[in-house]
């Protein structure tokens, strides 16, 4: 039985890399029996955001990531926010101070600063100096009447430190490497290393799996569930997974497409800019310099804004442009593990059925984006065509499209005519045209040349000609509409793009809309002649 737990730092919206963890973490659980407990770390108060840890369990519902024990589920070891537990690590951090495996130190930033330039000049790692006598209370309550910074710092023994990885097997630390780390900072607060070892200890947690940037992190945290009387768990440190690019997945991949959008652009009004984005010129010009990065909301306002798509990263972005949860879990489950199946479109009942820790990859793996897009084609057709209008009518309004107040069944017909569809976005594009008024269709300026235009306006007459045959077409009906539209083609010996081409810059305004025969058949025979007016008016008005 795996008792799992998923530990984000609540500082942003929740990485694709993070989902992955909380993915095995579920998939182990789940396979032995164990629970999966989400637990909420944001002892760190200068880069916690509020609304982070909201959003993040918003994402881990979304993609069906469900924790057993945590925040608004509840469970034994309540509370779930570390913020809330600092008594609990107060009377563990007592409990090292007086077995003497901790001390208090009141450097300044200034102090560490040198220490770390002489360790540098020497080539040597920065190891934290022990004081032969450890300060005393009177000591530590001096300190901080002098308005010193005091933290504590776990005593780290010069033992040689085996850590078992599930996936590297044995990974040897010397003791006498590491340095004294602080366990209590100077505002109270525990540090990540210490409140992470007392939890995963009072909340059962007996397998912790996190990417492997940790890895260096977990000596330290063996030697101090050894002073505590601690159980050790087992570990898994997950292989990093890296951008097509080379580059580790990181959130700042978007900030740089959108920073070399800006940068292009050289008569952009920057300050217009700003405001799309709700910040001052300033960050504008701090972010182009380098100097720090907007969040979420503020680049994803700008990148729409000007009309350029962001690699998505974290996992709202993956909503955003339309990929189902289900494709995006059977995505990640294959980054860095091999189910051994033939087979690899697999759910996530199947992935915990098979699930077996020995099938983690070592090496680091690659998230090859057009994989994923083959993934979420393949999901949109394995979907019931219930669930399938659930996950649509979710999409349209997270992203607050025009469609959002269609009916159930306006939404099921343009799902079915979008068989074959890649995104969920893909047909939130295509259909958009049916909930535009006729006199608002935005005309693409190229469609209309080369569909209309061209040739002397061979498209406009073609619209002029479809025109007599829609009015004195009986039976309206998809069938009807194509076999119209086929016999004008043959007739006319044209392919079927010469007909249906003009026909369809004329109701959508582009050469992208759902199939023709269902969006005429949707749009309706009297909604199609008044947009063929409209077109014919607009474009050739003598
Ligand atoms: N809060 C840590 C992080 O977000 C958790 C690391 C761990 O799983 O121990 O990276």
């Given at each position: 039985?795996?008792q799992t737990?998923?530990?984000p730092?609540?500082?942003?919206?929740?990485?694709?890399g993070?989902?992955?963890?909380?993915?095995?973490?579920?998939?182990?659980?789940?396979?032995?029996?164990?629970k999966?407990?989400?637990?909420?770390?944001?002892?760190?108060?200068?880069?916690?955001?509020?609304?982070?840890?909201?959003?993040?369990m918003?994402?881990?519902?979304?993609?069906?990531?469900q924790?057993?024990?945590?925040?608004?589920?509840?469970?034994?070891?309540?509370?779930?926010?570390?913020?809330?537990?600092?008594?609990?690590?107060?009377?563990?951090?007592?409990?090292?101070?007086?077995?003497?495996?901790?001390?208090?130190?009141?450097?300044?930033?200034?102090?560490?600063?040198?220490?770390?330039?002489?360790?540098t000049?020497?080539?040597?790692?920065?190891?934290?100096?022990?004081?032969?006598?450890?300060?005393?209370?009177?000591?530590?309550?001096?300190?901080?009447?002098?308005?010193?910074p005091?933290?504590?710092?776990?005593?780290?023994?010069?033992d040689?430190?085996?850590?078992?990885?599930?996936?590297?097997?044995e990974?040897?630390?010397?003791?006498?490497?590491?340095?004294?780390?602080?366990?209590?900072?100077?505002?109270?607060?525990?540090?990540?290393?210490?409140?992470?070892?007392?939890?995963?200890?009072?909340?059962?947690?007996?397998?912790?799996?996190?990417?492997?940037?940790?890895?260096?992190?977990?000596?330290?945290?063996?030697?101090?569930?050894?002073?505590?009387?601690?159980r050790?768990p087992?570990?898994?440190?997950?292989?990093?997974?890296?951008?097509?690019?080379?580059?580790?997945?990181?959130?700042?991949?978007r900030?740089?497409?959108?920073?070399?959008?800006?940068?292009?652009?050289?008569?952009?009004?920057?300050?217009?800019?700003?405001?799309?984005?709700?910040?001052?010129?300033?960050?504008?010009?701090?972010?182009?310099?380098?100097?720090?990065?907007?969040?979420?909301?503020?680049?994803?306002?700008?990148?729409?804004?000007?009309?350029?798509?962001?690699?998505?990263?974290?996992?709202?972005?993956?909503?955003?442009?339309?990929?189902?949860?289900?494709?995006?879990?059977?995505?990640?489950?294959?980054?860095?593990?091999?189910?051994?199946?033939?087979?690899?479109?697999?759910?996530?009942?199947?992935?915990?059925?098979?699930?077996?820790p020995?099938?983690?990859?070592?090496?680091?793996?690659l998230?090859?984006?057009?994989?994923?897009?083959?993934?979420?084609?393949e999901h949109?057709?394995?979907?019931?065509?219930?669930?399938?209008?659930?996950?649509?009518?979710?999409?349209?309004?997270?992203?607050?499209?025009i469609?959002?107040?269609?009916?159930?069944?306006?939404?099921?017909?343009?799902?079915?005519?979008?068989?074959?569809?890649?995104?969920?976005?893909?047909?939130?594009?295509?259909?958009?045209?049916?909930?535009?008024?006729?006199?608002?269709?935005?005309?693409?300026?190229?469609?209309?040349?080369?569909?209309?235009?061209?040739?002397?306006?061979?498209?406009?007459?073609?619209?002029?000609?479809?025109k007599?045959?829609?009015?004195?077409l009986?039976?309206?009906?998809?069938?009807?509409?194509?076999?119209?539209?086929?016999?004008?083609?043959?007739?006319?010996?044209?392919?079927?793009?010469?007909?249906?081409?003009?026909?369809?810059?004329?109701?959508?305004?582009?050469?992208?809309?759902?199939?023709?025969?269902?969006?005429?058949?949707?749009?309706?025979?009297e909604?199609?002649?008044?947009?063929?007016?409209?077109?014919?008016?607009?474009?050739?008005?003598?």
């Amino acid at each position: 039985m795996a008792q799992t737990r998923f530990a984000p730092s609540p500082t942003g919206y929740l990485h694709v890399g993070g989902a992955r963890i909380a993915l095995f973490d579920l998939i182990w659980a789940r396979k032995t029996g164990g629970k999966f407990t989400l637990r909420i770390e944001d002892t760190d108060q200068t880069r916690n955001s509020p609304t982070a840890a909201q959003q993040v369990m918003a994402d881990l519902r979304w993609l069906g990531l469900q924790w057993d024990f945590g925040p608004e589920v509840g469970g034994p070891s309540e509370p779930y926010y570390q913020s809330q537990r600092r008594d609990i690590y107060d009377k563990y951090i007592r409990q090292l101070i007086e077995q003497g495996r901790a001390y208090y130190c009141f450097d300044t930033s200034e102090e560490l600063e040198v220490m770390r330039q002489r360790a540098t000049a020497e080539k040597k790692n920065f190891l934290y100096v022990r004081p032969a006598k450890f300060p005393t209370a009177a000591d530590v309550e001096k300190a901080r009447a002098e308005g010193r910074p005091v933290v504590a710092r776990f005593c780290l023994s010069n033992d040689e430190i085996i850590v078992n990885d599930i996936i590297r097997g044995e990974v040897k630390f010397a003791g006498s490497d590491l340095s004294d780390f602080i366990i209590q900072k100077s505002d109270g607060f525990p540090t990540y290393h210490f409140a992470c070892v007392v939890d995963d200890e009072l909340m059962g947690v007996d397998c912790v799996i996190r990417g492997q940037e940790h890895l260096m992190n977990t000596p330290g945290h063996v030697m101090l569930q050894k002073a505590l009387g601690f159980r050790t768990p087992i570990y898994a440190h997950l292989p990093v997974t890296m951008n097509q690019s080379g580059g580790k997945m990181s959130k700042r991949d978007r900030a740089k497409v959108l920073k070399e959008a800006i940068k292009a652009k050289p008569e952009l009004d920057l300050g217009k800019l700003a405001t799309i984005g709700g910040i001052a010129e300033a960050d504008i010009k701090s972010f182009l310099k380098g100097d720090s990065t907007p969040d979420t909301p503020e680049v994803n306002a700008m990148a729409e804004f000007l009309g350029i798509e962001l690699p998505e990263v974290n996992v709202v972005d993956f909503f955003r442009s339309g990929y189902l949860p289900e494709a995006l879990i059977n995505f990640i489950a294959l980054l860095g593990y091999n189910p051994g199946f033939e087979k690899e479109i697999l759910t996530i009942d199947e992935l915990i059925a098979s699930f077996d820790p020995a099938r983690f990859n070592k090496t680091n793996s690659l998230f090859d984006r057009k994989k994923l897009l083959a993934f979420n084609t393949e999901h949109i057709k394995l979907l019931s065509e219930e669930k399938l209008l659930s996950r649509y009518k979710d999409f349209l309004k997270g992203t607050n499209s025009i469609a959002a107040n269609a009916d159930d069944k306006m939404l099921l017909r343009i799902l079915k005519a979008s068989a074959g569809a890649r995104t969920l976005a893909e047909i939130e594009h295509k259909s958009r045209f049916i909930f535009t008024a006729g006199d608002k269709i935005a005309y693409d300026q190229k469609d209309v040349e080369k569909v209309l235009l061209k040739n002397n306006g061979e498209g406009l007459a073609m619209l002029a000609e479809l025109k007599k045959h829609f009015a004195a077409l009986e039976t309206i009906s998809e069938q009807a509409i194509e076999t119209m539209l086929r016999a004008i083609a043959e007739e006319k010996h044209l392919g079927l793009g010469k007909v249906a081409q003009p026909l369809r810059v004329a109701i959508s305004g582009t050469t992208i809309s759902l199939p023709i025969f269902e969006s005429v058949d949707i749009l309706g025979i009297e909604e199609t002649l008044k947009r063929i007016d409209g077109t014919i008016l607009k474009f050739n008005p003598n």
